[in-house]
């Protein structure tokens, strides 16, 4: 399958660059896809280096750099944003529960007053 602008999948977005989201990104980009947006906050290491597909000159490079790269060498017209942070779950504010109930029968459901 080959991303064109026709097609509807024309970007991706790929969270955590381990070993397998990198590969996740080198075969979207050998696939063609035109857009990626690579985000991960980690560093490669020595440690991680073989187990995650990086080669020997990407220790102590952030892993959305090095991966971008690899990618680039695969698809050279592709589009990269690389995003070098962590992303953590908000803490979403506290909402009144409002229990829900059918009116008439019908598929809508109102707001009940709170008893």
Same mark, same amino acid.
């Given at each position: =399958?080959?991303?064109?602008?026709?097609? #509807?999948?024309?970007?991706? @977005?790929?969270?955590? *660059? &381990?070993?397998?989201?990198?590969?996740?990104?080198?075969? *979207?980009?050998? *696939?063609? =896809? !035109?857009?990626?947006?690579?985000?991960?906050?980690?560093?490669? @290491?020595? /440690?991680?280096? *073989? /187990?995650? &597909?990086?080669?020997?000159?990407?220790? &102590? /490079? #952030? %892993?959305?750099?090095?991966?971008?790269?690899?990618?680039?060498?695969?698809?050279? %017209?592709?589009?990269?944003?690389?995003?070098?942070? @962590?992303?953590?779950?908000?803490?979403? !504010?506290?909402? +009144?529960?409002? #229990?829900?109930? +059918?009116? &008439?029968?019908? !598929?809508?459901?109102? #707001?009940?007053?709170? /008893?």
């Amino acid at each position: =399958m080959k991303a064109s602008k026709s097609s #509807p999948v024309g970007r991706a @977005t790929i969270i955590g *660059l &381990g070993g397998i989201g990198r590969q996740v990104a080198l075969q *979207l980009a050998t *696939l063609g =896809m !035109p857009r990626l947006q690579l985000v991960d906050a980690g560093v490669v @290491t020595r /440690r991680t280096q *073989l /187990r995650e &597909g990086y080669v020997y000159d990407d220790i &102590g /490079r #952030p %892993k959305v750099h090095a991966a971008a790269q690899a990618c680039h060498q695969l698809n050279p %017209k592709l589009e990269i944003h690389s995003v070098a942070e @962590t992303l953590s779950a908000r803490p979403r !504010p506290r909402r +009144r529960h409002v #229990p829900l109930s +059918r009116v &008439g029968g019908g !598929p809508t459901c109102t #707001p009940t007053a709170d /008893r």
